[in-house]
């Protein structure tokens, strides 16, 4: 059949999960046999978020062909297990550069450049990409931001002109709102709903499907109302109320006919419903779950979002563990050999974040530590391995002084140095090693053992690495260099065989756990983090 295309939009304020409603759509639309994929369009000027903060926009998410990418797409690879690329995230940075690189080649004739259509054109042209290089049944698009943004209207206007390009039955749209309660009057208010499908309108855009996000159940009279205001048919109206988990939604959505409301309307058979039993295999285990294991993220970021591939993992092993997974973030900045014992003592598990710069990184230091010389099971990520190595080096080697260079450029045990091809880098978007790399498990290893095979494949985003003068030196004193690329011989594992669990990598497993493969190391960590009875 051809690709049909799904755009989802949202209204009335960010941050509302399209996301992971894209997510639960392509999940949903996956269960019924279709091929698809899920793309993020985002109207910031970036060329992509590697350069933000964390505060401002959470976790940067890594596909495997090197793109660094909103987070967005870790809820899609999660849900779907479908690997995204670098061709599922698109900025409007992107879409500004890669038209003013035509325009300075002279690809234009002459012509003077403006949003539409040329801008346009390019966001369209991406937005069909997918599509021209694999055989897809479905590409669900999702826009950042809110309707009524100023960045956003050139993604809008791309919409508007690819569903009149397309024809009847070939594009649809999916706008999310949020139906806000007013405690004092004890009401649902569906206004900023009707203004915002209004501007969307007003773009010439007439959604197919609304999901209202909401805390309270709408019941039949208010979807009623809605629809009525927003031409749109009832069954068409479906509510996404707070569930217990995010995991919850793909369900919650089937149950009110989303995805057989979008066929319908895309004149495709509807069939049967599908069962998802491996899906709902593990929200029952979830629900199961009766005990807890507590882990600390020991980082300098105390919100949830900026280490969320790393809580999604921590919970798929904890689920398949039969263990419910509670983590207590704990500032590194805040971290001394004076409290570290008050901080981490009760914790079943340590895990070191990964990050960048100096602030924190004396915190993470004494974490590791504390779990070296406490037997307590530590996962060292990235930065996090990093440290492990320089405490390693300080504590047991005798080098007081060891450091990275990226923390410390004169220090005289350099332990942790900058890579070779990254000392000639001046520009700091997208130039780190990025992507997915090879690394051979030394046989034997309790890395090795976890993932149950001699090799893996896994995703970096880091400019520093072990330094490999210091290989002989930490081996001999009982850190074991376990993982290495076979190209460029780089450390990417360490493990201390003598502990109970101590184990860094330079790579960050996180970004390749999904609800349905839980990724191997983290569920050997949590395995390890389970207290005995």
Not at 51 to 58: A, D, F, Q, R, S
Not at 173 to 186: I, S
Not at 198 to 204: A, D, I, M, R, V
Not at 223 to 238: G, I, L
Request: hydrophobic share 35%; net charge negative; charged share 20%.
């Amino acid at each position: 059949m051809e690709t049909k295309y799904i755009f989802i939009t949202g209204g009335v304020a960010s941050s509302l999960g399209k996301g992971i409603i894209s997510a639960s759509l392509g999940k949903l639309l996956q269960a019924r046999g279709y091929r698809i994929t899920i793309q993020k369009f985002d109207p910031y000027i970036n060329i992509d978020p590697g350069t933000l903060n964390p505060y401002e926009h959470g976790e940067c998410y890594v596909t495997a062909d090197g793109m660094e990418t909103d987070l967005d797409l870790g809820h899609y690879e999660r849900f779907t297990g479908i690997e995204t690329t670098r061709d599922n995230s698109v900025t409007t940075g992107r879409i500004y550069l890669s038209v003013i690189e035509r325009e300075r080649r002279g690809d234009y004739l002459g012509k003077t450049i403006q949003v539409v259509p040329h801008i346009t054109d390019e966001i369209k042209r991406r937005i069909l990409l997918n599509a021209t290089k694999s055989e897809l049944d479905f590409v669900i698009t999702e826009i950042g931001g809110t309707i009524g943004d100023i960045e956003s209207q050139p993604f809008l206007e791309a919409i508007r002109q690819l569903r009149w390009e397309l024809g009847p039955g070939r594009a649809l749209n999916v706008h999310l709102t949020y139906v806000p309660y007013l405690a004092a009057a004890g009401e649902l208010k569906t206004k900023p709903t009707q203004t915002s499908v209004k501007q969307l309108q007003g773009l010439g855009i007439q959604p197919e499907v609304l999901v209202l996000r909401t805390e309270h159940d709408l019941g039949d009279e208010l979807r009623s109302k809605v629809a009525h205001f927003c031409n749109v048919d009832v069954q068409a109206v479906v509510q996404s109320q707070d569930l217990p988990s995010i995991y919850e939604v793909p369900l919650n959505m089937q149950r009110q006919g989303l995805d057989a409301t979008i066929l319908r309307k895309m004149g495709l058979p509807v069939g049967p419903m599908p069962e998802l039993g491996p899906w709902r295999d593990f929200l029952d285990r979830r629900r199961r779950a009766s005990r807890t294991v507590d882990i600390a993220l020991v980082g300098k970021y105390d919100l949830q979002d900026a280490y969320k591939s790393i809580l999604e993992s921590l919970a798929h092993a904890g689920t398949y563990n039969n263990y419910k997974v509670r983590t207590h973030y704990v500032n590194s900045e805040l971290i001394t050999p004076d409290n570290v014992a008050d901080l981490l003592g009760g914790m079943h598990g340590i895990v070191v974040c990964p990050g960048f710069g100096q602030r924190g990184i004396e915190g993470k230091i004494v974490a590791a530590h504390y779990g070296r010389t406490h037997d307590v099971p530590t996962f060292g990520i990235c930065l996090g391995m990093q440290m492990m190595v320089i405490e390693f080096a300080r504590n047991v080697l005798g080098l007081a002084d060891a450091n990275s260079r990226e923390m410390d450029a004169e220090t005289p045990h350099n332990v942790i140095d900058l890579m070779e091809e990254q000392k000639a880098v001046t520009q700091m978007g997208g130039t780190m090693r990025l992507g997915a790399y090879d690394c051979i498990l030394r046989q034997g290893s309790r890395t090795a053992q976890a993932y149950g095979a001699g090799q893996t494949r896994e995703r970096h985003r880091h400019r520093y690495e072990f330094n490999n003068r210091y290989l002989t030196d930490f081996e001999q004193a009982g850190m074991q260099c376990v993982g290495v690329n076979p190209g460029a011989q780089l450390v990417e594992i360490v493990e201390l065989p003598a502990h109970r669990w101590y184990i860094g990598t330079q790579f960050h497993p996180e970004y390749s756990s999904t609800v349905l493969h839980p990724h191997p190391l983290f569920m050997s960590f949590i395995r390890a983090c389970i207290p005995n009875d």
